[in-house]
């Protein structure tokens, strides 16, 4: 958004500062005391929505409920102004757009996963045979994302985690939790209550994920629970709708959310032609996950997965108890995509071979084709190749790519995992 559009949507929110103290569970002493974002010291709040620690007490920061967001939150501005339109139900009337040239040069500091190559922010739907354990394996993911644990070798980045675990009592969750656990886990909100959609569903995973900035992913267990009435015979636009629905409300909050279904009875061949419903749930989200029991034992099980984000994989897994835990006994990933493979790994063995390197774009092809003549990449797609696969170079390779403006230029820098960051 422009500065324009963003000083008209400030002036929007300034009378709501008050608001986002009461409603972000921020110390907050009416009708004019506040804590300070920025130091910690008593603010003082004005009539006129802004907030000020004065500087002979404080640290002297000030201004309205944006800078109070951008401040409290860790949030750029622009982040800062969307968060709080959400939060207040103020319209962002101006289209915001980027030019293709603007997406290619950004760097994502966001990332796209909660567990990177797993689960990305966006609508996963997972499907499994009943009586395979699903509410179980919820529960361990929920945990393990919690506490920032990797999942079957992906590493998961920790957030708050949201579980709607719509089929069961606390009592059990009490149980299920201590086994799954062992008694301590980070923040999981659990609620064994909810809407069904378009009966107020939406309005409360909104409403909730206004406030709770640091859930990452929202598990609905069941969808089948959250669905009106009669939905099953829906067909496929209904399906595709309901999805929608959801998938918009992830995509707004940047969550994962992460939808629980059951297979259909008939067997097939493509564990994806398993998915109970139309092909109409599995259309509109991002990735989706089958589990289905392996034949070669009671405890054992196989996970295909396929999407937009994901690579197509498939993980035979072991259920244990005690401790309970879902091991990895054998994983395909498909590769990825081979027109950048050899770009990829060349620059990996360049920067393996150095450890570490910092230098413009240009220098940087130059040196890759000096390293193998028939390298050919303009500096300006090295940088977007670069871009693009930050994430899976890190996992693959495990190396880190950063670039920075230093004056005019624009620096890059590969670090191999071992090497201190220069
Ligand atoms: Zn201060």
Same mark, same amino acid.
Not at 80 to 99: H, P
Not at 259 to 265: L, Q
């Given at each position: 958004?422009?500065?324009?559009?963003?000083?008209?949507?400030?002036?929007?929110?300034?009378?709501?500062?008050?608001?986002?103290?009461?409603?972000?569970?921020?110390?907050?002493?009416?009708?004019?005391?506040?804590?300070?974002?920025?130091?910690?010291?008593?603010?003082?709040?004005?009539?006129?929505?802004?907030?000020?620690?004065?500087?002979?007490?404080?640290?002297?920061?000030?201004?309205?409920?944006?800078?109070?967001? &951008?401040?409290?939150?860790? &949030?750029?501005?622009?982040?800062?102004?969307?968060?709080?339109?959400?939060?207040?139900?103020?319209?962002?009337?101006?289209?915001?757009?980027?030019?293709?040239?603007?997406?290619?040069?950004?760097?994502?500091?966001?990332?796209?996963?909660?567990?990177?190559?797993?689960?990305?922010?966006?609508?996963?739907?997972?499907?499994?045979?009943?009586?395979?354990?699903?509410?179980?394996?919820?529960? @361990?993911?929920?945990?393990?994302?919690?506490?920032?644990?990797?999942? @079957?070798?992906?590493?998961?980045?920790?957030?708050?985690?949201?579980?709607?675990?719509?089929?069961?009592?606390?009592?059990?969750?009490?149980?299920?939790?201590?086994?799954?656990?062992? $008694?301590?886990?980070?923040?999981?909100?659990?609620?064994?209550?909810?809407?069904?959609?378009?009966?107020?569903?939406?309005?409360?995973?909104? $409403?909730?994920?206004?406030?709770?900035?640091?859930?990452?992913?929202?598990?609905?267990?069941?969808?089948?629970?959250?669905?009106?009435?009669?939905?099953?015979?829906?067909?496929?636009?209904?399906?595709?709708?309901? &999805?929608?629905?959801?998938?918009?409300?992830?995509?707004?909050?940047?969550?994962?959310?992460?939808?629980?279904?059951?297979?259909?009875?008939?067997?097939?061949?493509?564990?994806?032609?398993?998915?109970?419903?139309?092909?109409?749930?599995?259309?509109?989200?991002?990735?989706?996950?089958? &589990?289905?029991?392996?034949?070669?034992?009671?405890?054992?099980?196989?996970?295909?997965?396929?999407?937009?984000?994901?690579?197509?994989?498939?993980?035979?897994?072991?259920?244990?108890?005690?401790?309970?835990? @879902?091991?990895?006994?054998?994983?395909?990933?498909?590769?990825?995509?081979?027109?950048?493979?050899?770009?990829?790994?060349?620059?990996?063995?360049?920067?393996?071979?150095?450890?570490? @390197?910092?230098?413009?774009?240009?220098?940087?092809?130059?040196?890759?084709?000096?390293?193998?003549?028939?390298?050919?990449?303009?500096?300006?797609?090295?940088?977007?190749?670069?871009?693009?696969?930050?994430?899976?170079?890190?996992?693959?390779? $495990?190396?880190?790519?950063?670039?920075?403006?230093?004056?005019?230029?624009?620096?890059?820098?590969?670090?191999?995992?071992?090497?201190?960051?220069?």
């Amino acid at each position: 958004m422009d500065k324009e559009a963003a000083s008209k949507l400030r002036e929007q929110l300034r009378p709501h500062l008050k608001d986002f103290l009461r409603n972000g569970n921020v110390d907050f002493y009416p009708p004019a005391l506040t804590v300070c974002p920025h130091c910690g010291g008593q603010a003082g709040l004005n009539e006129d929505g802004t907030w000020l620690c004065p500087k002979l007490t404080g640290c002297g920061a000030g201004g309205d409920v944006v800078d109070y967001a &951008m401040e409290n939150l860790r &949030m750029p501005e622009n982040e800062a102004i969307r968060f709080l339109c959400r939060m207040f139900g103020i319209r962002i009337t101006e289209l915001d757009y980027v030019t293709s040239d603007e997406v290619m040069d950004m760097e994502f500091h966001d990332p796209v996963f909660v567990v990177d190559g797993l689960l990305s922010k966006g609508l996963t739907l997972f499907a499994g045979t009943s009586k395979i354990g699903k509410s179980w394996l919820a529960l @361990w993911l929920a945990h393990r994302i919690s506490t920032g644990q990797s999942i @079957w070798g992906f590493a998961s980045r920790p957030c708050e985690v949201m579980y709607l675990c719509l089929e069961d009592t606390l009592d059990r969750l009490q149980r299920r939790l201590i086994e799954v656990t062992g $008694g301590e886990t980070g923040t999981i909100y659990l609620a064994t209550d909810a809407e069904i959609m378009g009966n107020g569903l939406e309005e409360q995973l909104i $409403g909730f994920l206004s406030t709770h900035p640091k859930v990452g992913i929202v598990i609905i267990d069941t969808l089948q629970k959250i669905r009106e009435l009669g939905s099953e015979k829906a067909g496929y636009a209904g399906d595709y709708n309901a &999805m929608t629905r959801l998938k918009g409300i992830a995509d707004r909050f940047g969550v994962t959310l992460l939808a629980i279904h059951h297979t259909r009875k008939a067997k097939s061949n493509d564990p994806f032609q398993m998915v109970s419903g139309t092909t109409g749930l599995m259309g509109c989200a991002d990735n989706t996950f089958v &589990m289905l029991k392996d034949n070669r034992a009671e405890n054992r099980t196989k996970l295909f997965g396929t999407g937009r984000d994901i690579r197509d994989m498939e993980l035979s897994l072991c259920f244990q108890k005690n401790p309970m835990d @879902w091991v990895l006994e054998d994983c395909t990933v498909g590769g990825f995509r081979p027109s950048r493979d050899r770009e990829l790994s060349q620059i990996a063995a360049f920067i393996l071979e150095r450890q570490a @390197w910092e230098g413009t774009a240009t220098e940087l092809a130059e040196a890759l084709t000096a390293q193998d003549a028939e390298f050919d990449v303009k500096p300006n797609a090295l940088v977007r190749i670069l871009n693009a696969n930050a994430s899976l170079l890190a996992e693959h390779y $495990g190396f880190q790519f950063s670039a920075k403006r230093v004056a005019n230029t624009k620096l890059l820098r590969l670090t191999a995992g071992e090497a201190e960051a220069i």
